[in-house]
């Protein structure tokens, strides 16, 4: 039974304003289908943007990492015990800091992100010829939310 107070007018004023909502979907819909994209080098595209975010010339440690790919600890840590087992990454202890850990493409991680890049490419490229938009504006108009 519908709530006078709450009529659905209001719900449709919801759907239509919230850019909340409409960010989410967008980035479920970006995240299929990135996922696709990657699904035949056996990876997601958290897993891909979590192993680019690790190449670069110190390893980082997730301290830095977390709060560049907006992920708390907790979730960092368990999407990396996923690519640790897989032999892509490696956390050793900080030599300055023994409590500290850093993380590390291997080899075989570093392998499978060059493999995967041309496919993340295409994607983007698609999606980039895809919009309505500029593609830099609309990132700009997103970072500046963040």
Known sequence: MMDPDLPI??????????????????????????????????????QFSILMSLNRPEPPRISDLAPFLALDRTTLTAALKVLERRGLVVTAADPADKRTRRLSLTEEGRGLLKQALPAWRAAHDALDADLDADPATLKAMIDAIR
């Open 9 to 46: 007018e209001t719900t449709l004023n919801v759907r239509d304003r919230c850019l909340c909502l409409s960010v989410q979907r967008a980035a479920r819909a970006l995240a299929r289908r990135f996922d696709a994209a990657l699904k035949p080098y056996g990876l997601t595209n958290g």
